[in-house]
């Protein structure tokens, strides 16, 4: 079914133009990231960014329903990427937040549903109200290595870097590195065993 003309033909009988404007603009800038890298991203997928020389992604990527990515820069600063190695499947419902941070993902990785990547944090120093407060300059970025298996409902905050062939079971909190081809599980994720 194209949906492109359904619902074209839906908004001239119903009040439908800021849902299918929205419709439209993520299709199409779906569709256009696919062309350009060669993957396959879900047009129910919400990707912002302020300028696409910040976007990588790599052949065969999937980047699943309902995912929401932002690759935001501060001001005039332009060092917040968005990296996805190839063949990397990202499942449905994800949020991965570039904003404040480089986050690189490897290649051949499975991120489950409803995984947070973090890419830094906002200072909260007194006097001054939350959302006003820049960014954290220590402690940002993410580092995900090639072939890692991130389970459901899994937490990643800014300054972790996650070795190759690591696994983190579903529902962790990622505060610390993890060492390649271990898998951690809890809150906070910590070392369960080496991967066999």
């Known amino acids: 079914m194209n949906w492109f003309k359904f619902f074209k033909t839906l908004r001239k009988y119903y009040y439908l133009e800021p849902a299918f404007d929205r419709f439209i603009t993520e299709y199409r800038k779906a569709e256009r990231l696919n062309r350009q ?35 935001l820069n501060e001001n005039d600063k332009k060092d917040c990427k968005l990296i996805i190695g190839e063949n990397t499947y990202i499942g449905e419902q994800n949020n991965i937040r570039a904003a404040g941070g480089t986050i690189k993902i490897g290649k051949n990785c499975l991120i489950s549903q409803q995984v947070s990547i973090i890419g830094s944090d906002h200072t909260f120093k007194k006097g001054i109200n939350i959302q006003d407060q820049p960014w954290k300059t220590e402690n940002r970025g993410v580092e995900i290595g090639d072939d890692v298996w991130i389970g459901c409902s899994v937490q990643i905050m800014a300054g972790v870097k996650i070795g190759s062939g690591a696994v983190i079971a579903a529902g962790s909190a990622v505060t610390k590195n993890v060492e390649e081809n271990t898998v951690v599980a809890g809150v906070p994720a910590k070392f369960v065993k080496h991967r066999e």
């Open 37 to 71: 890298f060669g993957c396959k991203i879900d047009h129910r997928t919400q990707i912002s960014f302020d300028d696409i020389n910040n976007l990588e992604i790599g052949k065969n990527v999937y980047l699943g329903a309902f995912t929401v990515i932002y690759v």
